[in-house]
């Protein structure tokens, strides 16, 4: 532990100032980068969390250390870490394309209570050093997750098209360049307009000397009678 932080351990004034400053300093910089990216939970939103938490963690000492109820300092925190999981389930949707978003957001709603907790308990090595992580593998790790899909051996596509014949031509490109199909999913959706939406999901296996994913989302959105090609 760093010595220059001691004086700021007891509950005085000065340290509930100093946890709840940081709380939100350090929250606030994480909730930026959620909010450059324009994801749901963004900068008041982490803000809000982190002293939410730091703040129950302080009440809880308040309580033992001040008022001298004897009780598990650590019981309304745990209801935190439990409790936050509602408001991250809020930003985890699911599209159209049955593909999920905002499982970043939501995962870093809970490192933000969690560092709040830190911070209101005086952990304040502990908080800073989580802050740190948690951007680098935000603003960071999202590069070498791209790399990683890129060289993913296989790719999943959600493919509208208007047309049967559309989907045998799709079928045919893709034996066409010799890559193998895994998995396929055909629906059909009836809409007001007494129209039927047809799509169909399904996993290709890649071969990277003949064809990369992108090469062949090109080639599928180019065929005829397809309305989007999106990737999984």
Same mark, same amino acid.
């Given at each position: 532990?760093?010595?220059?932080?001691?004086?700021?351990?007891?509950?005085?004034?000065?340290?509930?100032?100093?946890?709840?400053?940081?709380?939100?300093?350090?929250?606030?910089?994480i909730?930026?980068?959620?909010?450059?990216?324009?994801?749901?939970?963004?900068?008041?939103?982490?803000?809000l969390?982190?002293?939410?938490?730091?703040?129950?963690?302080?009440t809880?000492?308040?309580?033992?250390?001040?008022?001298?109820?004897?009780?598990?300092? %650590?019981?309304i925190? +745990?209801?935190?870490?439990?409790? &936050?999981?509602?408001? *991250?389930? =809020?930003?985890? #949707?699911?599209?159209r !394309?049955?593909?999920?978003?905002?499982?970043?957001?939501?995962?870093?709603?809970?490192?933000?209570?969690?560092?709040?907790?830190?911070?209101g308990?005086?952990?304040?090595?502990?908080?800073?050093?989580?802050?740190?992580?948690?951007?680098f593998?935000?603003?960071?790790?999202?590069?070498?997750?791209?790399?990683l899909?890129?060289?993913?051996?296989?790719?999943?596509?959600?493919?509208?098209? %208007?047309?049967?014949? +559309?989907?045998?031509?799709?079928? &045919?490109?893709?034996? *066409?360049? =010799?890559?193998? #199909?895994?998995?396929? !999913?055909?629906?059909?959706?009836n809409?007001?307009?007494k129209?039927?939406?047809?799509?169909?999901?399904?996993?290709?296996?890649?071969?990277?000397?003949?064809?990369?994913?992108?090469?062949?989302?090109?080639?599928?959105?180019?065929?005829?009678?397809?309305l989007?090609?999106?990737?999984?």
């Amino acid at each position: 532990m760093l010595s220059i932080f001691d004086s700021f351990r007891d509950l005085t004034t000065a340290s509930i100032a100093l946890r709840m400053v940081l709380a939100v300093i350090c929250s606030g910089l994480i909730g930026m980068e959620r909010e450059f990216k324009r994801r749901p939970a963004g900068f008041r939103t982490h803000i809000l969390i982190c002293l939410g938490a730091a703040m129950t963690t302080l009440t809880s000492q308040y309580l033992l250390l001040v008022q001298h109820y004897y009780t598990d300092i %650590a019981r309304i925190g +745990a209801q935190v870490v439990a409790g &936050i999981s509602f408001i *991250g389930a =809020g930003t985890i #949707i699911v599209t159209r !394309q049955q593909r999920v978003k905002g499982l970043t957001t939501a995962a870093g709603l809970w490192a933000s209570a969690i560092m709040g907790l830190a911070f209101g308990a005086g952990f304040i090595e502990g908080g800073l050093i989580v802050t740190v992580m948690i951007l680098f593998a935000e603003r960071f790790f999202s590069k070498l997750e791209f790399r990683l899909l890129e060289s993913a051996p296989e790719v999943t596509l959600f493919i509208e098209y %208007a047309t049967k014949q +559309a989907l045998d031509d799709i079928l &045919i490109l893709v034996q *066409g360049k =010799g890559l193998k #199909i895994i998995d396929m !999913q055909v629906t059909r959706t009836n809409t007001n307009n007494k129209k039927k939406d047809s799509s169909v999901i399904f996993t290709v296996r890649l071969d990277k000397k003949r064809c990369t994913a992108e090469q062949l989302i090109e080639d599928i959105s180019k065929t005829e009678g397809i309305l989007s090609v999106d990737e999984l």
